[in-house]
């Protein structure tokens, strides 16, 4: 089970990124499937989740309005989709998949809900 996350680069406050999220291994759309990142000098933080086919998301609250995740129609693929972009979301940005359970509802939010995690793309958004 391996996960590629890919769109990383750099871009101006203000402007726009799509991160994508490449499975391989297995069909991921009974998954839960989750962007995080991890701020220079800090924890890593969860940023956005889906569950299945997209019908159901969450999102921190630094980034909601902003950015959007989503999966693609004919593909395993995995989006984020970074609007208005801040240069506190300069961070590396990572992708990952865990179960969806009934716990991933209270617990999408954390790290432990999350099983298979892909390396992560580095966004630097410049003031």
């Known amino acids: 089970v391996q996960l590629q996350a890919s769109g990383g680069g750099l871009v101006q406050a203000g402007g726009t990124l799509r991160l994508s999220c490449v499975p391989s291994g297995r069909t991921y759309s009974s998954y839960i499937m989750g962007w995080f990142r991890q701020l220079p000098g800090k924890e890593r933080e969860f940023v956005a989740a889906l569950w299945g086919n997209g019908a159901r998301t969450r999102y921190a609250d630094s980034v909601k309005g902003r950015f959007i995740i989503s999966r693609g129609n004919a593909e395993n693929r995995v989006y984020l989709q970074m609007n208005s972009l801040k240069p506190e979301d300069t961070a590396v940005y990572y992708c990952?998949?865990?179960?969806?359970?009934?716990?991933?509802?209270?617990?999408?939010?954390?790290?432990?809900?999350?099983?298979?995690w892909g390396k992560g793309t580095l966004v630097t958004v410049s003031s």
């Open positions: 990952a998949a865990g179960p969806n359970t009934a716990d991933s509802y209270s617990y999408y939010n954390s790290e432990a809900a999350y099983d298979y």
